[in-house]
């Protein structure tokens, strides 16, 4: 069972640049989640989406968009990218009704 | 709101000493309580939950926790460690079924010493 897959698994992106984090899930599950993870701080989220076609934002959604076209891809955008972004970014789904969320291996992302 | 405090980023204990990691909530209605266990370049894994009912938890790898509402708290143990239990244990709160929200704590990172 695949699960949650997140790509790429790391990637070095230069400032200003722009780039789509991918994430798929084959659960079948509604609700659909960005975290990044920083040291010291925990995870906090970024965005979510509690079903197909609608999106909502979570704690830190500032440079950061996404889209929920169907309910197995929810991507992240990085729009342009700044050092602050630096960070290991993961997404996570949960069924409706259901407070467990799951998570996919992560993206550690390094923008210089 | 919600929020969760984890006391100690770092905790080392002997193989086969107590394992004791401590989580501290703050949410105004009844809260939904978890721990996930993050092993090194891994996503988070659910360890064990409380939603309702019984306020002992069990979860996976023989990992228990108490829901103490008096307390505000739900202390992950587990008595005796194992080499393999070393990971980031992070414990994290939400309001209600479904919510759009996990509240993470900081973690703590667990040594277990042989």
């Known amino acids: 069972t695949a699960g949650i897959t997140q790509a790429p698994t790391s990637q070095i992106l230069a400032a200003g640049r722009s780039m789509t984090l991918r994430c798929t899930q084959d659960m079948r599950h509604n609700a659909m989640y960005w975290y990044r993870q920083d040291l010291g701080l925990g995870l906090r989220l970024i965005h979510y989406s509690n079903t197909a076609g609608t999106t909502g934002k979570g704690e830190v959604p500032d440079g950061y968009s996404v889209s929920r076209a169907n309910t197995d891809d929810f991507p992240l955008t990085l729009a342009s990218a700044v050092p602050s972004q630096t960070s290991v970014y993961f997404c996570?789904?949960?069924?409706?009704?259901?407070?467990?969320?799951?998570f996919g291996p992560g993206t550690r992302l390094t923008v210089l | 709101a919600q929020s969760v405090t984890q006391l100690g980023s770092h905790v080392s204990v002997s193989e086969g000493a107590l394992v004791l990691l401590r989580c501290n909530y703050s949410s105004s209605v009844p809260p939904y309580l978890f721990w996930y266990v993050q092993y090194p370049n891994q996503g988070l894994q659910l360890l064990l939950k409380?939603?309702?009912?019984?306020?002992l938890v069990k979860g996976i790898n023989g990992f228990e926790a108490e829901f103490k509402k008096s307390e505000t708290s739900f202390h992950l143990t587990k008595p005796s460690a194992h080499m393999s239990d070393a990971a980031e244990y992070f414990c994290a709160v939400s309001e209600q079924t479904g919510a759009n929200n996990l509240f993470f704590g900081t973690g703590t990172r667990l040594t277990v010493i042989p």
């Open positions: 409380y939603t309702t009912g019984a306020t």
């Open positions: 996570a789904s949960s069924t409706q009704g259901s407070s467990t969320q799951y």
